[in-house]
């Protein structure tokens, strides 16, 4: 009998998701992690990984993993392409393979040893996994299909060339929900967050704009909260790829909101309790202190700090570097040193977390913000 293999396609742009989500956290691992994990505990150690949009992100969990990148230069052309990248770099003693993509996180080892046990006993060319009545991810192919697969185009998918071709396949009834759930939108992630241990519940965009427009949030506020999300996400993304688990999607809504009560005493401590209010309790904590980092945040790279140094490193909607924010506030506050040793005091905790993500990135921050090279 020749290698069973699989190919999971993760070449995509997640941009219904708005957020990358093959570095998004699920319980104790990555989303990209979890059907890996699933593959090899059933036994399937020929694993090739099919990369596109921020392949260079998924280079180093894929390197920690021991699966083999095969990046498609295609990826734009949608997942079809890249199941042709990957059918061409499948080993050529390859036998079957397993189609799984990254984003069908919720798939089980015991499905996918269900499958293989299908496979060992009776011929097939297609083994599809169903729940109540419904195929699911991921089929098991044979390698006969192989040439197939790479010579013909097909407009409507995989699904459709098998269709179209007549394959002669078999269906194994299984009782995981598991094999449907793909997370292709900001709702599918966030129903799963809530039911799994660990991962702190957050409001969605829809919850953030909603309160802009409650609380009268004024324009330049909100630009600036969305620049700062987009650098905060940026790094959780980066901080992900080296072996952190950060929760991106919380630390997003927490950027948007940091400044939703912005003009009002106390901002920070508002914007807590009307988060607070909401049921967000995390994400309350880390908005009460995006002013001034606690020294056991100040330590480790998390949440907190992730959010803190983003918004130090955005003036108004600009990506600026901390030593322009220090000169240009020490002018601002040139006549008043109370003011002064508070913000130098907070550009230097700063300043430290910005230190302890560059020595986790191995690079420094202006690799991943060129705005910063230019100050």
């Known amino acids: 009998m020749g290698k069973i293999a699989a190919l999971i396609p993760a070449a995509g742009y997640s941009s219904r998701m708005g957020l990358f989500k093959p570095l998004l956290p699920l319980a104790s691992s990555l989303v990209l992690e979890r059907p890996i994990k699933a593959l090899k505990a059933a036994g399937v150690e020929d694993i090739l990984a099919i990369t596109g949009h921020n392949s260079f992100l998924l280079a180093p969990v894929l390197e920690r993993?021991?699966?083999?990148?095969?990046?498609?230069?295609?990826?734009?052309?949608?997942?079809?392409?890249?199941?042709?990248?990957?059918?061409?770099?499948?080993?050529?003693?390859?036998?079957?393979?397993?189609?799984?993509?990254?984003?069908y996180a919720m798939v089980s080892s015991t499905v996918i040893g269900q499958i293989l046990e299908k496979y060992r006993r009776e011929p097939h060319q297609v083994f599809y996994p169903i729940y109540k009545g419904e195929r699911g991810h991921p089929p098991l192919i044979s390698a006969e299909l192989r040439s197939c697969i790479l010579e013909r185009v097909a407009d409507g998918g995989l699904r459709e060339l098998l269709g179209t071709i007549g394959t002669d396949y078999a269906e194994i009834p299984v009782d995981e929900e598991g094999i449907l759930q793909d997370l292709d939108t900001e709702d599918d992630y966030r129903s799963l967050v809530q039911k799994q241990?660990?991962?702190?519940?957050?409001?969605?965009?829809?919850?953030?704009?909603?309160?802009?427009?409650?609380?009268?949030?004024?324009?330049?506020?909100?630009?600036?909260?969305?620049?700062?999300?987009?650098?905060?996400?940026?790094?959780?993304?980066?901080?992900?790829?080296?072996?952190?688990?950060?929760?991106?999607?919380l630390v997003q809504a927490c950027a948007l909101l940091h400044d939703v009560a912005k003009g009002e005493k106390g901002h920070a401590a508002k914007g807590r309790q009307i988060v607070k209010e909401m049921g967000y309790e995390e994400a309350?904590?880390?908005?009460?202190?995006?002013?001034?980092?606690?020294?056991?945040?100040?330590?480790?790279?998390?949440?907190?700090?992730?959010?803190?140094?983003?918004?130090?490193?955005?003036?108004?909607?600009?990506?600026?570097?901390?030593?322009?924010?220090?000169?240009?506030?020490?002018?601002?506050?040139?006549?008043?040193?109370s003011a002064l040793t508070g913000m130098q005091e907070r550009i230097g905790k700063a300043k430290q977390v910005q230190q302890n993500i560059e020595k986790i990135l191995g690079l420094p921050l202006s690799e991943l913000f060129p705005e910063l090279a230019k100050d």
Request: hydrophobic share 40%; with cysteine; charged share 20%.
């Open 65 to 103: 993993l021991g699966v083999k990148a095969v990046y498609n230069p295609r990826f734009d052309q949608g997942m079809y392409s890249s199941i042709q990248a990957g059918v061409a770099a499948l080993p050529e003693d390859t036998e079957a393979f397993f189609l799984l993509p990254a984003d």
């Open 284 to 337: 309350g904590e880390i908005i009460g202190f995006h002013m001034d980092l606690p020294n056991k945040h100040l330590a480790a790279v998390d949440e907190y700090s992730v959010l803190y140094l983003a918004d130090k490193l955005v003036q108004g909607s600009k990506i600026v570097t901390l030593e322009k924010r220090l000169a240009e506030q020490s002018k601002r506050y040139a006549h008043d040193n």
């Open 197 to 249: 241990a660990g991962l702190a519940p957050y409001p969605t965009r829809r919850e953030c704009e909603w309160l802009w427009q409650k609380y009268e949030t004024p324009r330049q506020v909100i630009l600036h909260a969305q620049q700062v999300s987009r650098v905060a996400c940026t790094l959780c993304e980066y901080l992900n790829s080296r072996g952190l688990l950060l929760h991106t999607a």
